[in-house]
């Protein structure tokens, strides 16, 4: 199993950034996919979810209304759309695998997203 995030960087406030999940070797399409962040000194932080096929996406109240979440079911990704980016919004990165009737998880190993002028 492997979750491979990429996309992050440096990027000045009010930047955009996309980030990307590739995973493999588990069922994709089975799966619920969810990003978290973690800033230094904080617990990790529920960002954003999107459901097995798409159809229902939810997002932290810090984020609502900036960031968009999606999937590709065909290129087992699942992707993050950071638009607006606040200092606040300087991180690590990870995206999770959940599996609602498996009950297994699976993390990606982050990607750095630094937002700074």
């Known amino acids: 199993v492997q979750l491979v995030e990429s996309g992050g960087g440096l990027v000045q406030p009010g930047g955009s950034l996309r980030l990307s999940c590739a995973a493999s070797g588990f069922t994709f399409h089975y799966y619920v996919m969810k990003w978290y962040r973690q800033a230094p000194g904080k617990e990790r932080e529920w960002v954003a979810g999107?459901?097995?096929?798409?159809?229902?996406?939810d997002y932290g109240d810090s984020v609502k209304g900036r960031f968009i979440i999606s999937r590709d079911n065909v290129r087992k990704t699942v992707y993050l759309q950071m638009n607006n980016l606040k200092v606040e919004d300087t991180a690590v990165y990870y995206c999770k695998a959940e599996g609602r009737s498996t009950g297994n998880g699976y993390w990606g190993q982050g990607t750095q997203v630094t937002v700074s002028s």
């Open positions: 999107v459901t097995e096929d798409g159809g229902r996406k």
